[in-house]
């Protein structure tokens, strides 16, 4: 049995099809794909002052991280695909998934994407391989992409700034452990 057998390989196999367009930027014409790219697109837009204090944050590592150091792109490619596994962590703490998380988490990593066009596959890769590996049970059992049901995603707007604030505390600490590592 291969990775996308069966019916979980088949939303698995969909999910990083999705991941993959969305974040890169990628023309599909699926119709799933393009219910949730309309999602994203309205998440973003309702929600872009809070992505961009986010991204700020994450961005202040590569400041952090000495210019001489070797590998020093990937240190921080590393640092911010460990920060947003921790993101992605929080926004579904305690299995509380919805759709509307489910949509944040990739309008998230497309909004960085769209400021980091050059590390936007490894973001897609990220995102893909987190929501295939941690919630493509939740997908399945809740009918698939096919069954997807579109609600205001304001309704996690709490969930949103529980987020932020989980997220800028994790960057600080990362921050702080990064410094005294190359000190």
Not at 28 to 52: A, C, G, P, S, W
Not at 113 to 118: C, E, G, V
Request: charge should be negative; glycine fraction near 4%.
């Amino acid at each position: 049995m291969s990775y996308f057998d069966g019916e979980q390989g088949r939303t698995q196999a969909e999910t990083m099809e999705i991941a993959v367009a969305l974040i890169c930027q990628l023309p599909l014409q699926q119709e799933n794909y393009l219910r949730i790219k309309k999602q994203v697109d309205q998440i973003i837009h309702r929600h872009e002052i809070l992505f961009t204090g986010m991204v700020r944050k994450l961005d202040s590592l590569s400041k952090t991280i000495d210019r001489n150091e070797m590998n020093r792109q990937d240190i921080i490619d590393d640092l911010l695909c460990r920060d947003l596994t921790r993101i992605f962590n929080c926004l579904i703490q305690n299995d509380n998934v919805t759709w509307g998380k489910i949509i944040t988490i990739f309008a998230f990593s497309t909004f960085i994407a769209r400021k980091h066009n050059d590390i936007a596959d490894r973001i897609a890769c990220v995102t893909g391989q987190y929501v295939v590996k941690r919630l493509t049970s939740w997908i399945r059992d809740h009918g698939g992409w096919d069954s997807m049901v579109f609600m205001d995603c304001t309704a996690d707007t709490d969930s949103l700034n529980t987020l932020l604030t989980f997220s800028l505390t994790c960057i600080g600490l990362s921050l702080i452990g990064l410094f005294l590592v190359l000190r």
